[in-house]
């Protein structure tokens, strides 16, 4: 039997070999009624308002409603398994996350496959996570703080938003990768993990850039690298950690899925709507706004991505012994 990554993108493959006049036809009549576009998070967070942002150009671009229907409830998985399990004709699509490709290893029975059931759309939003510190923390540049870690082992705090979260594994892969003891500290909501980072009660965190911005702009924390390969155009004189930690990156991303024999034709004329809306200035200006960049790309983009990240987090997730609460 092939791995799951390489049936995973056979599938995407063979469904990209459908002879082209089979596609345009199929295209021709896509969307003729209401298309739901599932969140498996609460309305007003992150996820839900690049959905709506997305939704409200796929309603004018294609001329028909696209429904946004929050669906919040085990981690993002209650959604995924409702589109997983919806006919394969375009109506019934998943706003995916980088938490989707995590949940594939940290929830040990579900019952649908990530890889096997979703086929990825195309992706929207790329989201830099930055390794924070309370100023009082001595530590001015990653590699200063690496040095002040190894020399109190055990004794700095790492926040997070719960355990597998992205702020986790973030942190995690730092820790597999330096070779640092932190004690993680896992919060079982957001703000008050953020209250406790910049109260001192906990020391560090891999947080979203987007969320941590203005704090760090006024000093309530400061900033040692973003996680991303590359710098940041919002804080474009702050390094990577990657340059300090070779090999070291790690970012969030969205993005559109649809049942797996979704036809390709319409997989097609999505991905070139979401194409076409990353292009638009009003748009790009509206991500970076948010705190993300704009990230266009191909099914197969996509794809790869989704995968390459499920097989990533994975291992950090079995290496770290990491249990979902």
């Known amino acids: 039997m092939k791995p799951p990554r390489r049936r995973f ?24 009624r209401p298309v739901r576009l599932i969140v498996g998070f609460a309305a007003g967070g992150a996820a839900d308002i690049v959905a709506r942002l997305m939704g409200q150009w796929l309603s004018e671009r294609l001329r028909q409603s696209f429904i946004i229907e929050n669906r919040p409830g085990a981690g993002s ?11 394969p004709d375009g109506y019934t699509l998943l706003h995916l996350t980088v938490s989707n490709a995590i949940n594939a290893t940290l ?3 579900l019952d649908f496959d990530i890889l096997r059931d979703i086929a990825p759309v195309g992706s929207i939003f790329g989201s830099p996570g930055v390794m924070v510190v309370n100023p009082a923390v001595p530590a001015s540049t990653v590699a200063e703080f ?17 355990n597998g979260s ?34 001192g009660r906990v020391q560090v965190m891999f947080d979203a850039l987007a969320s941590s911005i203005e704090h760090i702009k006024a000093g309530r924390l400061r900033a040692l690298g973003v996680t991303t390969a590359t710098r940041s155009p919002a804080l474009p004189d702050l390094p990577t ?19 797996r024999a979704t036809p390709a034709a319409i997989i097609e004329e999505l991905n070139m709507a979401i194409a076409a809306g990353l292009a638009d200035p009003k748009m790009k200006a509206r991500i970076a706004q948010l705190g993300g960049v704009a990230l266009p790309g191909s099914p197969a983009d996509f794809a790869k991505l989704v995968a390459d990240d499920t097989g990533k987090w994975g291992q950090v997730i079995k290496r770290a012994h990491i249990k979902v609460e």
């Open 77 to 87: 998985n209650t959604a995924a398994e409702a589109v997983a399990k919806a006919p």
């Open 166 to 199: 992205p702020q986790h594994l973030y942190g995690e892969l730092f820790k597999a990768m330096t070779g640092v003891e932190l004690l993680h500290v896992p919060y079982r909501s957001y703000p008050t993990a953020l209250a406790d980072l910049i109260g």
């Open 146 to 162: 690496i040095a002040y870690a190894k020399a109190h082992p055990g004794q700095i705090n790492m926040a997070s938003a719960g």
């Open 107 to 109: 929830y040990e029975s």
């Open 241 to 259: 950690v990657g340059e300090f930690v070779p090999g070291y990156a790690a970012s969030g991303w969205q993005g559109i899925g649809a049942p």
């Open 9 to 32: 993108l056979c599938l995407l493959a063979g469904a990209a070999a459908v002879p082209a006049v089979v596609r345009v036809a199929h295209a021709q009549a896509y969307p003729v």
